[in-house]
């Protein structure tokens, strides 16, 4: 006995195939089979099964639409948190340079007031000089830090998922000393 494929079935599946064998042979039918099959169907069979394949298309379809929206919403999402990120990080480094900046102008106020009270000695004030000369660098490598941020694009890169990941690369600011004493170079990595 011959068991009966609905037609919306088989015409999905004879359209993934370059012929009639091939699809004939993907369901289990001979070829013969598959065209006695379409040609018996009556007209009210074939319009069902057309209107079958036409919702189940639409319905692929909108569950598409609906996963890019969501991708769409979730990548916006990241964006957004990642935006704020970067103005948490400038916030933090513009308060960082306002401190180095006072820092700097109250050094220069002493070493001025030092140089007035001294202007006697020998040997200039080296100490103030050394701090001065130390918060400068800083002061410097915090503005091309803050400007690098503004200027910093986020970068889309394809995560486990295949949806989309978007990420920032950090870098830190980091002043060292060197061991002579006197101020080392600035370090941005």
């Known amino acids: 006995m011959m068991r009966t494929l609905p037609l919306d079935d088989i015409l999905r599946v004879w359209s993934q195939f370059p012929s009639a064998a091939a699809a004939a042979q993907s369901l289990g039918l001979s070829r013969r089979t598959l065209y006695h099959r379409w040609h ?23 569950a598409e639409r609906q996963a890019r929206m969501s991708e769409r919403a979730a990548a916006q999402g990241q964006m957004k948190a990642v935006q704020k990120e970067g103005v948490r990080d400038r916030t933090r480094l513009e308060k960082r340079l306002a401190a180095c900046d006072d820092a700097l102008a109250k050094a220069l106020r002493e070493l001025t007031i030092l140089n007035l009270r001294g202007s006697g000695m020998e040997r200039p004030l080296e100490q103030p000089q050394r701090a001065i000369e130390r918060l400068t660098r800083e002061n410097q490598a915090l503005r091309e830090e803050i400007a690098r941020l503004k200027s910093t694009r986020t970068e889309r890169a394809q995560g486990p998922g295949n949806g989309p990941v978007i990420r920032r690369v950090k870098r830190l600011i980091t002043l060292e000393e060197d061991d002579a004493g006197r101020g080392g170079e600035d370090r941005l990595g």
């Open 40 to 62: 018996s169907a009556s007209l009210g069979e074939v319009l069902q099964a057309i209107t079958q394949i036409a919702a189940a298309y639409k319905t692929q379809l909108e």
